[in-house]
């Protein structure tokens, strides 16, 4: 199984901070994901990256920004943040060492007030 | 474009019972099919996943699910369900012709267990 971290993993901040979501794998895997889920629904694709200096928006519409400089992070960014934006966010990997199997790591849950 | 069904949104079985959790999907070509466990608060853990061949596919924790094409299904069983079962399940399914880079998952279906 692939190590996936993601910090923080509870996030309670105010309308209009930026704040930076972190992703970290240590797997060397070259495919990494962002998910946004509300409560008690499926998991929507925001974001996603084939490799170093490669991502491309997902199926459902973010305001979010990413960005991979190194193979290992994959971070998420809001400039400003809005209540809109509280949901659960998760991340994955995966790479042919995996069949393209993906793997998540645990979640952060942001509250933005 | 690819798309799944769970149309259980929320299940109940005794602890001890069997289980069985719908998945449909729908994609043109062969699928990559998976099964996805969430705990609350927590991330998703891979159960089993489909790429081809044997159509009877064997996961972790005593679940297993059966690909049937002509019913574009995926169903999860188990034959016996444990306390420690009690949390959402996800189907996803995956473009065979690109691997699996774009997952579509299902809205999931809660399973608790009663004594």
């Known amino acids: 199984e692939a190590d996936i971290y993601q910090t923080p993993r509870y996030l309670v901040i105010g309308t209009g901070k930026k704040i930076t979501l972190e992703c970290s794998q240590t797997?060397?895997?070259?495919?990494m994901y962002w998910y946004q889920q509300d409560p008690g629904m499926e998991l929507h694709l925001i974001h996603y990256?084939?490799?170093?200096?490669?991502?491309e928006k997902g199926d459902l519409s973010s305001e979010s920004t990413v960005s991979r400089i190194r193979t290992e992070h994959f971070p998420l960014t809001l400039e400003s943040a809005r209540p809109s934006h509280t949901s659960q966010y998760l991340c994955?990997?995966?790479?042919?060492?995996?069949?393209?199997?993906?793997?998540f790591g645990p979640g952060t849950r942001l509250t933005v007030l | 474009a690819q798309s799944v069904t769970q149309p259980d949104i929320h299940i109940t079985v005794s602890e001890g019972a069997s289980l069985e959790l719908r998945c449909n999907y729908s994609?043109?070509?062969?699928?990559?099919l998976f099964w996805y466990v969430q705990s609350p608060g927590q991330g998703l853990q891979l159960l089993l996943k489909?790429?081809?061949?044997?159509?009877l596919v064997q996961g972790i924790k005593g679940f297993e699910a059966e690909f049937k094409r002509s019913q574009s299904s995926f169903n999860l069983r188990k034959p016996s369900v444990h306390w420690s079962d009690a949390a959402e399940y996800f189907c996803?399914?995956?473009?065979?012709?690109?691997?699996?880079?774009?997952?579509?998952f299902g809205t999931g279906t809660r399973l608790t267990i009663i004594p």
């Open positions: 994955a990997s995966s790479d042919r060492t995996t069949g393209d199997t993906q793997y």
């Open positions: 797997m060397g895997h070259d495919k």
């Open positions: 990256s084939y490799g170093v200096n490669s991502t």
């Open positions: 994609y043109g070509a062969t699928p990559y």
């Open positions: 489909y790429f081809s061949g044997d159509t």
């Open positions: 996803a399914v995956g473009a065979s012709n690109f691997g699996n880079e774009k997952l579509t």
